[in-house]
């Protein structure tokens, strides 16, 4: 056991190593086809390695640097399955581990935040953790009262190494591009570091965590963990056990991916008419499927706070572009800074570019998949295709930032899971403005 690195000389030297650990390798895997091994073997074993190679600084460095690796696990059904084949299920162990920090730093955060006679507080506490994400890492442990609780504990100086790997992995991000081709990385890191600020104090995640968990009490489909406790770098609540959605991706049955679909759909989308809140970190970590067969969600750091609920303008827009009409769309998406005053674009070129995107909009029932989703992915990056160039004209609101986050991130955990379900009917039934009139 090991705790991350602070020193952000370190820290940056280790994320260097990434681009030039996957050079060295590929002058290695020369040598080795050189000497006999054929290119597709030696290719395959320099992929594989190069991903563990990811995988471990990532998830050795946390914070930021492993937030980055979350969210490539979670859209990659988007990239092409010969760049993505030997790194998914590497990239897929960042949704449910990382290497754990050391004991003595556990017990030392549990006392700064409860109090130096914290093990009076439980009967029980585990020092191996259950799991670990970007900033925090989770504990087993029974509360005085005999509830068995996840403890959540925080980093020490996750805010220093969150904002430290943000601005270096910034600049790496063109060297990482081969990962996720195509994809603007320092747009996408701009947009984790203004989000990942506010999941830093605990105390905001507990508020959230709370408001979902007094939105969907007792509820059938739903399983929010109840909160006990939280406070800066500790949050308490109750243990939640279930089937990782992970699991589900890797090995459920078509109907068991299709209900989990249907659901994960339905609570994204439910969470601001019911509890005012958008649960905004979509990768599988985040959910399980309990025994009773609900799906239950974990980890409230990231949250949209929408007391409206979803804006009605996101319905509206989807409805004029349903009923083809596309110059209305167009003025919509004018009036929202979708497209900024002085971009001149064709109603039917924008059109034609969001159609697709619409299709699950459109049908009564729609199958998401990889190959679904690596097409919408080429159509809009590769400069060859028309679609590449009206990407390049629409802006991203700052207000939408984390809806939008939700709407990739979803579809690319539904894209993974390869399911069918009538999505359109979640549409009309919690999307305001959306339902035809």
Not at 347 to 374: K, Q
Request: proline share 7%; net charge negative.
């Amino acid at each position: 056991m090991s705790d991350p690195p602070r020193n952000s000389v370190n820290r940056a030297f280790r994320l260097a190593t990434l681009p030039i650990g996957a050079a060295g390798r590929a002058t290695l895997g020369l040598g080795r086809r050189l000497g006999g091994k054929s290119a597709e073997s030696v290719g395959l074993e320099v992929q594989q390695r190069t991903a563990e190679h990811v995988f471990r600084v990532l998830g050795e460095l946390k914070g930021g640097a492993m937030k980055f690796g979350q969210t490539l696990s979670v859209i990659e059904a988007g990239m092409p399955e010969e760049v993505v084949g030997p790194y998914r299920a590497t990239l897929t162990k960042l949704q449910e581990a990382a290497p754990p920090m050391a004991p003595e730093t556990v017990h030392q955060v549990l006392a700064d935040n409860l109090g130096d006679h914290w093990r009076e507080r439980f009967r029980s506490f585990d020092d191996t953790p259950a799991a670990a994400a970007s900033i925090g890492q989770v504990h087993k442990a029974v509360w005085h009262d005999g509830r068995t609780v996840a403890v959540k504990i925080q980093y020490p100086g996750a805010g220093e190494a969150l904002r430290a790997d943000l601005r270096q992995v910034a600049r790496l991000g063109r060297s990482l591009g081969h990962l996720v081709p195509g994809m603007d990385t320092k747009a996408l890191v701009e947009e984790l570091h203004d989000r990942m600020v506010e999941e830093l104090d605990y105390r905001m995640e507990a508020d959230a965590h709370d408001g979902f968990a007094l939105a969907y009490e007792n509820d059938p489909e739903f399983a929010v963990p109840e909160l006990i406790e939280g406070h800066e770098q500790v949050l308490i609540a109750r243990w939640l056990d279930g089937r990782p959605l992970a699991h589900v991706i890797a090995e459920g049955t078509q109907a068991e991916r299709d209900r989990a679909g249907m659901l994960y759909v339905r609570f994204l989308f439910s969470g601001p008419a019911r509890a005012g809140l958008l649960h905004a970190d979509p990768h599988p970590g985040n959910y399980r499927i309990t025994d009773d067969g609900r799906l239950g969600v974990l980890d409230y750091g990231a949250v949209a706070r929408l007391p409206e609920g979803l804006p009605p303008s996101i319905g509206q827009l989807m409805r004029r572009a349903l009923n083809g009409d596309a110059e209305a769309m167009l003025d919509g998406l004018r009036d929202e800074g979708f497209v900024k005053s002085h971009i001149d674009l064709a109603p039917d070129d924008l059109y034609d570019y969001l159609a697709p995107f619409l299709e699950p909009a459109r049908n009564e029932t729609f199958h998401f998949s990889r190959p679904w989703m690596r097409e919408q992915f080429a159509r809009i990056n590769d400069p060859r295709r028309p679609g590449y160039t009206i990407g390049l004209k629409l802006n991203l609101p700052p207000s939408y930032m984390l809806i939008h986050r939700v709407w990739i991130g979803g579809i690319g955990v539904l894209s993974q899971l390869d399911c069918e379900a009538p999505f359109r009917s979640e549409l009309e039934r919690w999307l305001p403005g959306f339902a035809a009139e």
